[in-house]
């Protein structure tokens, strides 16, 4: 048996970020958007004023960047996070 999961991505349009997850998507105005954490959680307030909290899974820390081969991927979600937080021009904690 094989399954095909739908693909993972993280886009940043003009005034909104779309996570779109393997079980979950989501998306949060980019005005809205207060602060995006190192662990990858983005925080934010929607049109009514309503906090919400969820994490860019695809952008989340699974290893140090210490040097083995791994670290290229860590250094990639670290940039990518990054920019989502330099989009949204949100602060870090």
């Known amino acids: ?3 095909r999961l739908p693909r993972v991505a993280v886009r940043l349009t003009e005034d909104r970020l779309e996570y779109v997850g ?5 998306s949060a105005p980019r005005a809205g ?4 954490l190192d662990d990858a959680f983005v925080e934010w307030r ?4 309503v906090e919400h909290r969820r994490q860019i899974g695809l952008l989340t820390r699974a290893w140090e960047d210490d040097g083995t081969r791994f670290a290229p991927r860590w250094r990639w979600r ?3 996070l990054l920019r989502v937080r330099h ?3 949100a602060r870090a904690c």
Do not use: C, K, N, Q
């Open 87 to 89: 989009w949204a021009d």
């Open 46 to 49: 929607d049109e009514r004023g």
């Open 33 to 36: 958007i207060d602060t995006v």
């Open 22 to 26: 393997f079980l979950l998507s989501w």
């Open 78 to 80: 670290r940039e990518g």
């Open 1 to 3: 048996m094989s399954v």
